[in-house]
């Protein structure tokens, strides 16, 4: 009797360790084929932009006529009301399916009909991603706006290995869509704050930047941005101060400079508006006086530009105190170099029905 409980245990141990084995094999290979596979993009390098130059605008702009902006993080339309997302505590990794995806696109197409502007500076949008069925965003946005792009990635990767069920392959990133003609746009990258492995699967966070000549023969610089939003804090500084470090630096070569998008901070004079809650996802915080002298945030917090994603909007919808008692964030907006004007900021409020962040609409004029 002993004999043949010490065997069936030897089996048991056997079958234990071969199972291991097996496991470390397989993270084993995959450690290999995701460091391989890592997207390592260039500090600075093209852009992607569509080829169809008949959509262009010949000529420079004018900067005696008032220009319109907006910026978008249309949250790859996985983000509409009815979704929920994983790291911000809520249940869904992707949409339970295409359609979702495809009614959150044509939500957020017809809101940018709805608000014709000059540029539009949108964030988080999917090009061949597990997460949005794969459809290509980019092209989708630009076919029905009529509007040429520059684009960019700043998350790529061959397969997200997390959570339970898996993010999958992911290509996301920055568009700029104008019918203007830029000089340049180019990727430039921002500071990492990850290590490997984590780093291989991670966003690669950047610029997206647009020169577009003026009839005075200067430049007007911009830049769609989209800041770190899970890491310790220390990569948001890093990344914000790349960032002002560039931003000055066109400044100074007598360039006019919007900086644009998602900076997963709270913006200045909005944290006692829409106090944040140390139990749930918090963005940094951005103080007024880390602007030089002269620049400006241009930002409207009558109306939230985010909201959080751990669990469904849907309720909020139709429940008044739900919809009041959300955790709500200002992170979305502007700044602007001292040679340009602010004529209006608006936050528009799309109740998060297509996307978990609100548009933001700027109208400005370029100081002579």
């Known amino acids: 009797m002993k004999c043949t409980v010490f065997l069936l245990c030897l089996r048991v141990l056997k079958i234990v360790c071969g199972v291991a084995a097996t496991a470390a094999v397989l993270f084993g290979g995959l450690l290999i084929v995701i460091t391989i596979t890592e997207y390592r993009p260039q500090p600075q390098e093209p852009a992607l932009k569509n080829v169809d130059e008949g959509m262009y605008q010949s000529g420079a702009l004018d900067p005696a006529q008032p220009l319109d902006i907006l910026s978008w993080n249309i949250g790859y339309c996985g983000l509409g009301a009815p979704q929920s997302f994983f790291m ?29 502007v000059h540029i539009y500076l949108l964030q988080e949008v999917d090009q061949k991603s597990h997460r949005s069925y794969y459809i290509n965003q980019p092209e989708a946005i630009s076919s029905a706006l009529e509007l040429p792009f520059a684009y960019t990635y700043n998350y790529k990767a061959f397969f997200v290995p997390y959570p339970i069920p898996p993010l999958g392959k992911v290509a996301s990133g920055l568009g700029t869509f104008t019918r203007f003609v830029p000089t340049e746009s180019v990727r430039i990258a921002l500071p990492v704050p990850f290590t490997w492995p984590v780093r291989t699967v991670n966003l690669k966070r950047c610029m997206l930047v647009s020169r577009f000549p003026l009839m005075s023969g200067k430049q007007l610089v911009t830049v769609n941005l989209h800041l770190e939003a899970y890491d310790d804090g220390a990569g948001k500084i890093a990344q914000t101060q790349a960032l002002l470090n560039f931003i000055r630096a066109e400044y100074d070569a007598g360039n006019y400079v919007i900086a644009g998008g998602d900076f997963n901070q709270t913006l200045p004079g909005m944290k006692e508006r829409y106090p944040l809650n140390s139990d ?89």
């Open 280 to 368: 749930l996802w918090t963005p940094g915080i951005i103080e007024p006086d880390i602007l030089p002298e002269g620049w400006q945030f241009a930002v409207d917090g009558d109306t939230p530009s985010c909201r959080l994603t751990n669990a469904s909007y849907t309720p909020a919808l139709i429940d008044d105190a739900i919809r009041k008692n959300w955790p709500y964030y200002v992170i979305d907006g502007f700044i602007l170099s001292p040679n340009i004007t602010v004529q209006s900021v608006k936050t528009l409020d799309e109740s998060f029905r297509y996307a978990d962040h609100n548009p933001v609409k700027l109208r400005i004029l370029l100081n002579p």
């Open 88 to 116: 911000d505590g809520g249940s869904m990794v992707r949409p339970p399916h295409k359609e979702a995806v495809e009614e959150n696109l044509k939500g957020i197409i017809q809101t940018l009909k709805q608000n014709p």
